[in-house]
C-alpha cells in the first residue's frame, strides 16, 4: 500500500517536473525578459533557497513532534492558547513560529493530518502566528527603515506591531467563545530530552515521513513557483503595483506623498522608505503624511507581494486548495487590521 503510494506520489512529481520545465521552455520564447542566465539568477537560485529552508522546516518540525517535545514548547504560548482553548499543539507550532514560519506550519500539517487538531484550529493558529512573524523579520528591517524615516518608520512600526496585536487578540477572542475546552489535552506532556533509543526514533520518523512530504511539496512548489516567476517577468505584478498604487494614491493619499506610494510598490524592500526619509528631508510632506503613506503602501503591495513569496510555499506545505484559503484569510485579516490602526492614527493624530 505505502509502496503504491509512494509511486503516485512520484508519477505526480514527475508530471509536474515536465510541466515546469514546458513552462520555462515556453517562457523563454514568448518573453524577451527570460534568458537562461536570468533563469539561473533569478529563478533557480531562489527555488533551491527555498527548497532547503522548507526541508529545514519540515524536518525541524517532524522531530518536535516525534522527540515528544510539544508540551514543553508549548508551555511558552500556554497562558494565552489555554485562554483561547486551542490545544498545546497550537501553542507548540505558535512558538516555534517565532524560529520558523515553515517549521511552525509543518507541525501544524502534521497535527490536522494525524487527527490532533481540527482544520478550525489549524487556521486560527496559522493567523495568530502572524505575530510571531512579525518579530522574526523585524531585526532584518528595523535597522535599515529607521536610519532612513527616523521617527516615522518607529511610528509605522508601532502602528504595524499595533495592528498584529489586534489580530492576535482577535483569534484568541474567537477561539475563546468559538472552540470546546479541552483540558485533558494539556495534561499531555513529553519527555524534555530523549533518549538514545528515543533519538533513533526521531531519526527513523523523519526518514520515513520526510521524504514524502517533500515530495508533495515539490509537487506544488516548483510549477507554481515558476508560473509566479513568468508572470512577474511578463510585467503583470509591476502592472498591478503601479495601477493599484494611482487608485489608492488619488483617493487617500496626499498628491505631494503619490511618488512616495509609488516607490513603495517597488520590487526593491527599502525603496519606499529612502523616498519617505528623502522627502521629509526636504519638507515636501509632513511625518504623518508619510505614516501613512508607509502604510497604504503596505496594504496594497503586501498582498502582491504574498502572491509571488508566499504562495508557493503554503501551497506547498498545505496542498493547494487549502493553502490558498489561508493566504486569502491571512492577507484579508491583515489588511482590515492595518485599515483599522491607520484610520485611527488620522482621526487621532
Not at 14 to 24: D, F
Request: aromatic share 10%; with cysteine.
Amino acid at each position: 500500500m505505502r509502496r503504491r503510494k509512494d509511486n503516485s506520489s512520484n508519477r505526480r512529481l514527475g508530471i509536474a517536473l515536465v510541466l515546469s520545465v514546458a513552462m520555462l521552455l515556453a517562457g523563454t520564447l514568448v518573453f524577451d525578459t527570460v534568458q537562461w542566465n536570468t533563469v539561473l539568477r533569478r529563478m533557480l537560485i531562489p527555488l533551491v533557497r527555498l527548497m532547503a529552508f522548507i526541508t529545514l522546516g519540515l524536518a525541524v518540525g517532524q522531530m518536535i513532534e516525534a522527540a515528544g517535545w510539544t508540551g514543553k514548547i508549548g508551555k511558552l504560548g500556554a497562558p494565552l492558547f489555554r485562554f483561547a482553548r486551542l490545544g498545546p499543539q497550537c501553542s507548540a507550532a505558535f512558538s516555534t513560529a517565532f524560529i520558523s514560519g515553515t517549521a511552525a506550519n509543518a507541525m501544524l500539517y502534521e497535527f490536522w493530518q494525524d487527527g490532533k487538531i481540527s482544520r478550525h484550529q489549524l487556521i486560527l493558529t496559522n493567523l495568530a502566528s502572524q505575530l510571531p512573524a512579525f518579530f522574526l523579520h523585524l531585526p532584518t528591517t528595523v535597522f535599515i527603515v529607521l536610519p532612513l524615516t527616523g521617527w516615522a518608520g518607529g511610528l509605522y512600526f508601532i502602528l504595524t506591531f499595533l495592528a498584529a496585536l489586534i489580530r492576535l487578540a482577535a483569534v484568541l477572542l474567537w477561539g475563546r467563545f468559538r472552540q470546546a475546552a479541552d483540558d485533558k489535552a494539556w495534561a499531555q506532556q513529553g519527555p524534555a530530552r530523549p533518549s538514545g533509543d528515543k533519538r533513533r526514533g526521531v531519526l527513523k520518523a523523519i526518514d520515513e515521513k520526510l521524504p514524502g512530504r517533500l515530495t508533495t511539496v515539490a509537487t506544488y512548489v516548483v510549477p507554481i513557483y515558476i508560473a509566479v516567476f513568468l508572470l512577474n517577468s511578463a510585467g503583470v505584478f509591476d502592472w498591478t503595483r503601479q495601477w493599484l498604487a494611482h487608485w489608492v494614491s488619488d483617493r487617500f493619499v496626499p498628491v505631494e506623498a503619490l511618488s512616495l506610494v509609488v516607490l513603495g510598490f517597488a520590487a526593491e524592500f527599502t525603496s519606499g522608505f529612502a523616498a519617505a526619509g528623502a522627502m521629509l528631508q526636504e519638507g515636501v510632506i509632513t511625518a504623518k503624511q508619510a505614516v501613512l503613506a508607509l502604510l497604504v503602501g503596505n496594504v496594497v503591495a503586501f498582498p502582491i507581494r504574498a502572491l509571488r513569496h508566499q504562495l508557493p510555499r503554503l501551497m506547498g506545505i498545505f496542498a493547494p486548495r487549502l493553502g490558498l484559503q489561508i493566504l486569502l484569510l491571512g492577507q484579508g485579516f491583515r489588511i482590515v487590521s492595518l485599515i483599522l490602526v491607520g484610520g485611527a492614527y488620522y482621526l487621532l493624530f
